[in-house]
């Protein structure tokens, strides 16, 4: 084998093994320029193309960055048993909860936000944008060629990040959702910060400009509201607590009840300046009295599907928690957990008694 042939070998070769990549490095213009000194370009060529390579493969032997922990415990076993589909999707997990319902799912950022894709005859509507980190405009367009219409369960950051790529979107009719529909850069990039990522994030996607886009509400809505997609219609149910624009979604016909952050299957966060406890209790117990007529209920976080009998057990829940009887653990600084019958709310930390 020629010394040029050799060399290229072992430069490849040292990507697959422990030998620091820095000590190899220093001397391969050197080394290669002298096997190829007659050839200016073969040099440069060559040098470049075993430096590319050694900067792309795994540094072995040496500590790589772990996995934040939340992301540890993906994928949840309930999503597994769910029907996928666009699988090769790299960013998003989309599933299929009931016929033509669509789980548009998250999973490499700790929101892990869901959102939901009801298509009719007529028209389809998306409950919620998701984080705009990647086009969830194209996912929507390769489920249905119906025209799409936005309407969110709230106004919160990981909720509205693709409103802007639609022509028409609903909003709540309170100040919050105004407020909110201007955009804002200092949530957004908070949803990027270190452990908030799990995995790689979209080709193309710039973490220094990333913002919520500010989006245009072409119609305001109110409690009562109902869409007709063509043989299924909406209902809006006002539920406000998590914020003061929260909205639950009814498919009476069907039987869904579409939750948004009122409850899911994760850390229910009731922290936020814009927290309502009064105004939670309401709602909840409002959808606690649907519960006989629904069959499934679809959250906003992690899970897509829960049983409607959450729907009283969240009340029972919550109660107990305001009457102290369940014991606060530590959470992130200044926040603590309730957790009891399965269900967990994420809170402020209580004051320290004098």
Same mark, same amino acid.
């Given at each position: 084998?020629?010394?040029?042939?050799?060399?290229?070998?072992?430069?490849?070769?040292?990507?697959?093994?422990?030998?620091?990549?820095?000590?190899?490095?220093?001397?391969?213009?050197?080394?290669?320029?002298?096997?190829?000194?007659?050839?200016?370009?073969?040099?440069?060529?060559?040098?470049?193309?075993?430096?590319?390579?050694?900067?792309?493969?795994?540094?072995?032997?040496?500590?790589?960055?772990?996995?934040?922990?939340?992301?540890?415990?993906?994928?949840?076993?309930?999503?597994?048993?769910?029907?996928?589909?666009?699988?090769?999707?790299?960013?998003?997990?989309?599933? #299929?909860?009931?016929?033509?319902?669509?789980?548009?799912?998250?999973?490499?950022?700790?929101?892990?936000?869901?959102?939901?894709?009801?298509?009719?005859?007529?028209?389809?509507?998306?409950?919620?944008?998701?984080?705009?980190?990647?086009?969830?405009?194209?996912?929507?367009?390769?489920?249905?060629?119906?025209?799409?219409?936005?309407?969110?369960?709230?106004?919160?950051?990981?909720?509205?990040?693709?409103?802007?790529?639609?022509?028409?979107?609903?909003?709540?009719?309170?100040?919050?959702?105004?407020?909110?529909?201007?955009?804002?850069?200092?949530?957004?990039?908070?949803?990027?910060?270190?452990?908030?990522?799990?995995?790689?994030?979209? #080709?193309?996607?710039?973490?220094?400009?990333?913002?919520?886009?500010?989006?245009?509400?072409?119609?305001?809505?109110?409690?009562?509201?109902?869409?007709?997609?063509?043989?299924?219609?909406?209902?809006?149910?006002?539920?406000?607590?998590?914020?003061?624009?929260?909205?639950?979604?009814?498919?009476?016909?069907?039987?869904?009840?579409?939750?948004?952050?009122?409850?899911?299957?994760?850390?229910?966060?009731?922290?936020?300046?814009?927290?309502?406890?009064?105004?939670?209790? #309401?709602?909840?117990?409002?959808?606690?009295?649907?519960?006989?007529?629904?069959?499934?209920?679809?959250?906003?976080?992690?899970?897509?599907?829960?049983?409607?009998?959450?729907?009283?057990?969240?009340?029972?829940?919550?109660?107990?928690?305001?009457?102290?009887?369940?014991?606060?653990?530590?959470?992130?600084?200044?926040?603590?957990?309730?957790?009891?019958?399965?269900?967990?709310?994420?809170? #402020?930390?209580?004051?320290?008694?004098?």
């Amino acid at each position: 084998m020629s010394n040029r042939l050799l060399f290229i070998v072992t430069m490849l070769a040292a990507t697959a093994t422990a030998v620091p990549h820095d000590l190899i490095r220093r001397g391969i213009f050197h080394y290669v320029c002298d096997l190829f000194s007659s050839r200016l370009v073969w040099c440069f060529a060559v040098s470049s193309f075993c430096i590319l390579a050694l900067q792309a493969a795994p540094l072995q032997g040496m500590p790589q960055a772990e996995k934040p922990e939340w992301c540890q415990k993906l994928p949840h076993p309930e999503n597994t048993a769910l029907e996928r589909v666009l699988p090769n999707e790299p960013w998003f997990e989309v599933y #299929k909860v009931a016929p033509s319902v669509f789980a548009i799912y998250e999973p490499h950022q700790s929101e892990e936000v869901i959102s939901y894709l009801i298509v009719g005859h007529k028209q389809a509507l998306l409950f919620d944008t998701g984080m705009g980190i990647a086009d969830i405009r194209k996912i929507v367009s390769r489920l249905t060629s119906r025209p799409v219409v936005v309407l969110n369960s709230h106004t919160h950051d990981d909720h509205v990040g693709g409103n802007w790529q639609f022509d028409f979107v609903y909003g709540h009719d309170t100040a919050f959702t105004r407020t909110n529909a201007e955009g804002s850069a200092t949530d957004a990039q908070a949803e990027i910060a270190p452990g908030e990522i799990c995995g790689d994030l979209p #080709k193309g996607f710039d973490p220094k400009t990333y913002r919520t886009k500010p989006w245009k509400i072409s119609r305001f809505i109110h409690e009562g509201f109902k869409i007709n997609l063509g043989g299924r219609t909406v209902e809006v149910i006002a539920t406000p607590g998590h914020t003061p624009d929260a909205i639950s979604l009814l498919d009476r016909e069907n039987g869904l009840l579409f939750t948004g952050d009122t409850y899911y299957p994760a850390a229910i966060w009731l922290f936020r300046p814009e927290t309502d406890f009064a105004a939670y209790r #309401k709602s909840i117990v409002q959808l606690a009295d649907l519960a006989p007529q629904i069959k499934m209920v679809l959250g906003a976080h992690n899970v897509p599907v829960a049983k409607p009998e959450i729907l009283p057990r969240l009340v029972t829940a919550f109660d107990a928690v305001r009457a102290g009887k369940v014991t606060p653990k530590p959470a992130s600084p200044g926040k603590v957990t309730y957790e009891t019958d399965g269900i967990t709310f994420l809170m #402020k930390a209580p004051e320290p008694k004098p």
